[in-house]
Each structure stands twice: as structure tokens, then as C-alpha cells.
């Protein structure tokens, strides 16, 4: 059997990741490859692909919306796709099973039939600057980043994003916040190979699929962008800066805790930060950072959880705490 994964991500890192033997695939198909390679198999264009020689497609992509339309221009069948991202949908994209069922073990076959819904819209995000792509990935964090914004009037400060990856959550913030510098940390290559160590090695070669030009080209506004490549927080330099939203989306316990360490005493009354993956069990340095750094200050953060995939923590800054 022909199998193929449309995506060079962190959903197709997380296939090989959770047990689908990476032997069955015959390559990972992506229109923009930044490699030629991922997890030792060949990247192909989708283009590259004739439609007899497949007989599954798993799209591990959030844009499933143009993965669908693109395989149309090329004459794939579209019951050779199996959308493994139903995150933005009240409907299920797949239709028919048939062909996942002769190729795949019955074991995935029942992830892939209980996709994620999202709730209808809101009226007020009618005059939202917000994409429709922009909320393939995570509906609910994308959509509670946007509320949290409409309450920023009063609160000075600039915007900042900590662990940009390609620059999808980044770009939300931008739209939302054009007004606003907006600081991105990232090494754009990865991450750092001593505290990521040895295990997930498809999701850590995932995140290697980025780089700061490919970013800044996601941007709605630009010119409001300042990067600072590098490891944190040596990428810092002699910046002095106040926020009044920041994102903490580094996934390891030691980044996150040197990011809550900088940016907190940094946040202006009234702020926000948005501790991404504080309840994925796959990712519990996380929670630990936090747990960490409260310790150090000897008080309980006032925050609010998300109900979004990998459970955000909002953590809120108000006017009584002092931290040194």
C-alpha cells in the first residue's frame, strides 16, 4: 500500500511520534518544502505525486481548506484524503473511510473518525481582522486571544511572542494588535538541542520547519515586527520593554520558566500572559515552570484557564503584586 503524509509539521511529527511506523510512508508531501528530507523519508510537492500511485493520503496540515482545493486542481480523489485536522468545522471533512481502512491499522482509524467541532461565531467578531485560516488550527485559543485584545485599550506596552514556530499565532496577534510592536523570540531553527533531548523526534525535527524571513512574511503589519533570533534570554541584548500581552509558547520547563522570569515583572497592570500547553500531558515542564516560579515569588498567580486544545493559562497581571 501507498501511503502518504501531506504535511512537514508538527502534525506530521506527531504521527510518527504516536506509533505509525514511518517505513509505511512513502513520502510527506508539502507545497513549500523547506527540506528535501523529514524523519529520513523523501519530501515530495504534491505535483510530484500521480494519482494511481496513492492509495491513502493522511493531510497532518491545519489548512486543510487549501490541501482540499489543491488536490482537486490535481485530480487526486478525494477519498484517498483522510483529514486528521478537523479543528475548524461543524461538519466532518471526511466522508469516506474505505480507503483508510484498507491501508491503516484499526487503531488510528478511531482517532480519525472522532474529529474536534468548533462553536459557531460570535456576533461581535462580524468586524473581526482575523482570516478564516487563521482559526484552522485552534478555534477557541484564537478566538479568546481576540477577546483579550478588545480589552487592552488602557494598558500600554508592546506585544511579544516567545517560541514562534512559523508564525501562525504571531501573525493572529499582529492582526489584532496593529498598532502595537510586537517582539518575536525564536531560535527559527529548533530547538535547543540540551534541553530538548532525544525523545519526541518527530516533533522536535518539526519545529525545525521555520525561519525568521518565512515568518515576517505571515505578518499583516511588518512593519511592527522586531526579532530577536537566538536562544533566550541571551537574545534579549540591553532590551527594556513593557508588554501588555505576551505569549509563552516554548514548550520545555527551563525556556518557560526563563520566560515567565522575564516577561512577568514586565507586564503592565492590566496585561496578559498566555501560558500555551499549561495542561498537555505530553508537554508537563510546562505546568512545572509555573509551579517553579510561583515558588520563587511565594504567591499564586491569578489566572484562567482555556478550554483550547493544549490548555492555555492566562495569567493575569494586577495592580497589588510586586515582584523583583
Known amino acids: ?16 511520534d504516536h506509533g505509525l511506523e514511518i517505513s509505511q510512508v512513502c513520502a510527506f508531501l508539502d507545497s513549500a518544502p523547506l527540506s528535501d528530507r523529514f524523519l529520513g523519508c523523501p519530501v515530495l510537492r504534491p505535483e510530484e505525486v500521480e494519482n494511481e500511485e496513492i492509495d491513502l493520503i493522511l493531510v497532518a496540515s491545519r489548512h486543510a481548506d487549501a490541501i482540499a482545493q489543491k488536490a482537486e486542481e490535481l485530480g487526486i480523489d ?54 478564516p485560516r487563521d482559526l484552522e488550527n485552534d478555534y ?50 529548533g530547538f535547543d538541542e540540551a534541553e530538548a533531548g532525544g525523545d519526541n523526534a518527530g516533533f522536535v525535527q518539526a519545529h525545525r520547519n521555520t525561519g525568521a524571513d518565512r515568518v515576517l512574511r505571515c505578518m499583516p503589519h511588518p512593519e511592527k515586527i522586531i526579532v530577536r533570533q537566538g536562544l ?55 505546568k512545572r515552570a509555573l509551579r517553579r516560579y510561583e515558588a520563587e515569588l511565594g504567591v499564586r498567580l491569578p489566572a484562567v484557564p482555556l478550554c483550547d486544545i493544549n490548555g492555555t493559562l492566562v495569567l493575569c497581571r494586577n495592580l497589588e503584586l510586586n515582584t523583583k
Not at 1 to 16: E, F, N, P, R, S
Not at 142 to 152: A, D, M, T
Not at 259 to 265: A, E, K, Q, S, V
Open 78 to 131: 478525494r477519498e484517498k484524503l483522510v483529514f486528521l485536522k478537523n479543528n475548524w468545522a461543524l461538519t466532518d471533512r471526511n466522508r469516506d473511510y474505505t480507503a483508510a481502512e484498507s491501508v491503516l491499522d484499526p487503531r488510528y482509524l478511531d482517532g480519525v473518525r472522532a474529529p474536534h467541532h468548533a462553536v459557531r461565531d460570535p456576533l461581535w467578531t462580524e468586524a473581526s481582522p482575523l482570516a
Open 140 to 189: 477557541v485559543r484564537v478566538r479568546s486571544l481576540e477577546v483579550l485584545c478588545r480589552g487592552l485599550d488602557e494598558v500600554p506596552g508592546a506585544a511579544a511572542e516567545l517560541g514562534v514556530y512559523c508564525g501562525g499565532f504571531a501573525g493572529c496577534i499582529n492582526a489584532l494588535l496593529p498598532e502595537r510592536t510586537l517582539y518575536l523570540f525564536d531560535t527559527f531553527a
Open 1 to 16: 500500500m501507498k501511503l502518504y503524509v501531506w504535511g512537514t509539521g508538527c502534525g506530521a511529527g506527531d504521527l510518527a
Open 232 to 286: 533566550f534570554p541571551a537574545s534579549l541584548g540591553r532590551l527594556e520593554e513593557r508588554f501588555a500581552l505576551v505569549s509563552l509558547d516554548v514548550d520545555l520547563e527551563e525556556s518557560t520558566l526563563a520566560g515567565l522570569r522575564w516577561f512577568y515583572p514586565r507586564l503592565n497592570p492590566g496585561g496578559y500572559i498566555l501560558l500555551h500547553d499549561f495542561h498537555s500531558p505530553r508537554l508537563p515542564g510546562v
